[in-house]
């Protein structure tokens, strides 16, 4: 079992940066993918990053993001973050992390437990 907690977001102008915090509660942590995932207003929900399990060793980007956007773990504090610079106005959504272990991992199906979402607004 695995609680998500989202933290560090809020409104930023264009270019600029922000870092997302997501704390997990529970001793299995280290077994999921850890997610991120975003939805605007109106539409669906989309894969943004997500890292392996500990000892995995892998990682993916959606190519929206990809170059500006870092996740990373860390399994000893139970957090996952996502740094996100470069920050357009088309990023603003509600960000969820994500906790999973399919086969998918860029897929929303695949992931079973989730934070409460948290929201980022990129406007001047």
């Known amino acids: 079992q695995v609680q998500l907690v989202e933290s560090g977001g809020g409104l930023v102008q264009p270019g600029g940066s922000l870092r997302l915090s997501c704390a997990a509660s529970?001793?299995?942590?280290?077994?999921?993918?850890m997610g991120w995932f975003r939805q605007a207003p109106g539409k669906e929900r989309e894969f943004v990053a997500v890292i392996s399990w500990s000892g995995g060793g892998w990682i993916y980007y959606a190519d929206s993001v990809k170059g500006r956007f870092t996740i990373s773990r860390d399994d000893a504090k139970n957090t996952v973050d996502l740094r996100m610079n470069s920050l357009k106005p088309e990023d603003t959504a509600v960000y969820y992390c994500?906790?999973?272990?399919?086969?998918?991992?860029?897929?929303?199906?695949?992931?079973?437990?989730w934070g409460q979402g948290i929201q980022v607004t990129v406007s001047s």
């Open positions: 994500a906790a999973g272990t399919g086969l998918f991992s860029r897929r929303a199906a695949e992931y079973g437990y």
């Open positions: 529970g001793r299995t942590f280290s077994r999921y993918n």
